[in-house]
């Protein structure tokens, strides 16, 4: 009788396990939802199970056990078929997640940059995205041009006379204020020599020209695959036909302080872990509450 334990333990053990870990897996994939590929693949263990115990009972015919193997084959070849498809869509998938964070980070980058510049020429931020738009077409913004660089020395006593007019000392290397100053004093002694080619002028220059169509800032662009730069695209989140969602407050006081605050959020259309929040990742730019400007992507 021992005998007989032993010979039918050692016979159906092994299919015992399969079929428990299979019916352990189906369990799982229901009450996690996972994918199609996964259940089919627990169900597949189970019938395993099932086919092994009727196997080893000695009750199935050649024939019979043909066919299952054929069966088996068949049902193996499609598993690996959706399984390819599993991961060639979720590659796909994450390629295009990828893409657009860095274009939606990239568009948000371009509007702080369009938004700290105007501000800081008109005391707040453009609270529409028609103005803004405008803006980036037709802005002009103040440019330093800049050539010829400070002379390595200290000044002298006539240009000390022609800068101040008093007895300061004189022991400390000249300054790009006062070089510059002394730039405009075409009839003193050094000019010649140390002032001819030295500018510092502010000029209004065009927004559009000063950086988007920098050459480094296109050739960054199409290091990244991106288009290349639409000011009408700004204001779209990236893949959709949906804005960004822009908010501004014109003075917010924190103590003695006032200042203009900015507010940039949406949602992109694919998110870090396929199906998770549906498909949505929520990205923002700025606080309505302080001065801050960083996004969401810098935290």
Known sequence: MLDNF??????????????????????????????????????????????????SSGSLRS?????????????????LAYSYKEVKDTNEYMAKYKYVKSLAIQNLQDVRYV??????KNGKYISNWDDFVDFVKNGKVPYVESSGSVPNRKITVEERAYLYGDNRPIDKDMTEEEAYRLSLWKEGP???????????????????????????YVENRK?????PFNPDSLPVIPYTKTKWDLKTKDSVKVGDIVFPTLRIEGYIPFAKIPGENNDREFIYLGDLSTNSLAGSWEE
């Open 190 to 216: 050094n000019w010649s020599k140390d002032f001819a080619n030295f500018r510092r002028d502010t000029l209004e220059v065009s927004l559009m020209k000063l950086k988007f169509q920098n050459p480094s």
């Open 115 to 120: 938004q700290k510049t105007y501000a800081e």
């Open 6 to 55: 032993s010979l039918i333990f050692k016979k159906y053990t092994v299919p015992f396990l399969f079929l428990v870990i299979g019916l352990l897996l189906v369990y799982t994939g229901i009450t996690t939802n996972q994918g199609l590929v996964y259940m089919f693949a627990s169900g597949a263990v189970v019938l395993a199970g099932l086919l092994i115990i009727v196997f």
């Open 223 to 227: 290091k990244k695959g991106f288009y």
């Open 63 to 79: 024939k019979t056990i043909a066919m299952i193997g054929a069966v088996s084959g068949i049902l193996g070849v499609v598993t």
